[in-house]
């Protein structure tokens, strides 16, 4: 996915080791303007490139290639859609205001992303009810909600941490304590274990480095950007 969203890489053949992917709902055979894209990296503008599959994987057949070759692809059938015009004046109405539908034939709408799962979820806890009591309060719920899920450690687990940084924000203070994110991100900074090990780390820094750019969050977001960015590289 990233190198058929436009990686400008200086090779020549593309040798495709799989042509199935997951798109966050079915495991699929990749469609022809997908291998184009990604086979497109190789040569580019100047030279011209090739593509091809590696022993593992059934050779393309002829009418895929043909297609590929002469820039033969279906037509988009629709665009994925999501509401933007969100109404804060309460929960419920935040929630109905994300779950409208479009109104144009052409657009599709979108699944429910993680940050609509968690403000689900939440809205149902007594706690955020009453933190969430007005416009303003609203719409900073759904400004923490956004927080990627960047660890994929499904929805229930990410949501609470959803909730524990709102919690935070709606104290007297209205900052996420220094002690407390000073200690989540120390529990990373170790450089010991296997590649998936590494990678789980990375990405449970990302999650930070997100906060740490959320400047009305933090007491000294400079920082923490900083630190953040240091404990990733």
């Known amino acids: 996915d990233a190198i058929g969203m436009g990686l400008n890489l200086d090779v020549h053949h593309v040798a495709f080791a799989g042509n199935r992917k997951f798109d966050g709902i079915n495991h699929r055979d990749l469609f022809p303007a997908e291998i184009a894209q ?71 709408k979108a699944r429910d992303a993680d940050d609509l799962l968690a403000l689900e979820s939440l809205a149902n806890d007594p706690k955020i009810i009453a933190y969430a009591n007005g416009p303003a309060h609203v719409q900073r719920l759904w400004e923490v909600c956004q927080l990627p899920d960047y660890r994929k450690i499904g929805v229930g687990e990410h949501t609470e941490l ?61 920082y923490w950007q900083g630190r953040t960015r240091e404990v990733e590289d």
Do not use: C
């Open 38 to 108: 990604i086979a497109g990296r190789a040569g580019r503008h100047i030279n011209d490139g090739t593509f091809g599959v590696t022993g593992d994987v059934q050779p393309f057949d002829s009418d895929v290639i043909n297609r590929i070759e002469a820039h033969d692809f279906d037509p988009v059938g629709g665009l994925q859609w999501r509401a933007r015009s969100l109404d804060y004046a309460s929960l419920p109405r935040l929630l109905a205001s994300l779950k409208l539908s479009p109104e144009k034939p052409f657009l599709q």
């Open 162 to 222: 959803v909730k524990q940084l709102f919690h935070f924000i709606m104290q007297d203070e209205g900052l996420i304590p220094t002690d407390w994110l000073a200690q989540q991100i120390e529990q990373q900074n170790r450089v010991d274990g296997d590649i998936d090990t590494l990678a789980a780390r990375l990405a449970y820094m990302r999650t930070w480095t997100f906060v740490a750019n959320r400047v009305d969050w933090l007491d000294d977001p400079a």
